[in-house]
């Protein structure tokens, strides 16, 4: 019986926008939380790939080493893959 009458009764406007409010910035927690790792991810690829086409590429003096760049999606989008994996998932609305 209580339930109903807190069902039926209407928001003001100030608790319609502060209920709209806090559920942007859950959204947005929800989605910063799980992207942050693909950009640690990707960042930390590239700095391995380059020390080590360089180092490669200085210690022969042969450019055909820059071929190793193809290798860095084939390596980056598994591991990218894994950490997908252990998202958890986030309750799409249905309305």
Known sequence: MIQEKE??????????????????????????????????????????????IWWLWHSTGNPRWNWLWFAMPAVGYPLAALLSRKNVAVPENTQ
Do not use: D, H, P
């Open 7 to 52: 069902q039926n009764k209407e928001m003001t406007a100030q608790e319609s926008l502060n209920l709209i409010g806090e559920m942007l910035n859950n959204s947005r927690r929800s989605i910063l939380q799980n992207s942050a790792k693909y950009y640690i991810l990707w960042g930390a690829l590239l700095v391995v790939f380059s020390v080590t």
